[in-house]
């Protein structure tokens, strides 16, 4: 039977939701994001410990990238007349 060790986490600066994520360690992917250089005051665990496959659906349902959002706004160039 598989066994309840992955965690989804949020990356927040400030209030904003900076990275989703999954793990099974909270402490040491925090490190990993700080040497990555990613700009964040916390890591959040969100709701209660699961099954990893559980976790990664979890994770995929809130944010189908799962990708670093970047702190600026995305520059999409305008194609005028």
């Keep these: 039977m598989a066994k309840r060790d992955t965690y989804n986490y949020n990356l927040k600066q400030g209030n904003k939701i900076v990275y989703k ?3 099974k360690d909270l402490d040491k992917r925090k490190k ?3 040497q990555s250089g990613k700009k964040f005051d916390r890591i ?6 699961k099954m990893e496959e559980n976790a990664k659906k979890e994770q995929a349902r809130i944010l189908p990238t799962g990708k ?3 702190s ?3 520059n999409i160039a305008h194609k005028g007349p």
């Design 68 to 70: 670093y959002r970047q």
């Design 72 to 74: 600026r706004p995305l």
């Design 32 to 34: 990993e994001h700080e």
């Design 21 to 23: 994520g999954t793990t």
């Design 44 to 49: 959040e665990q969100i709701g209660k410990v």
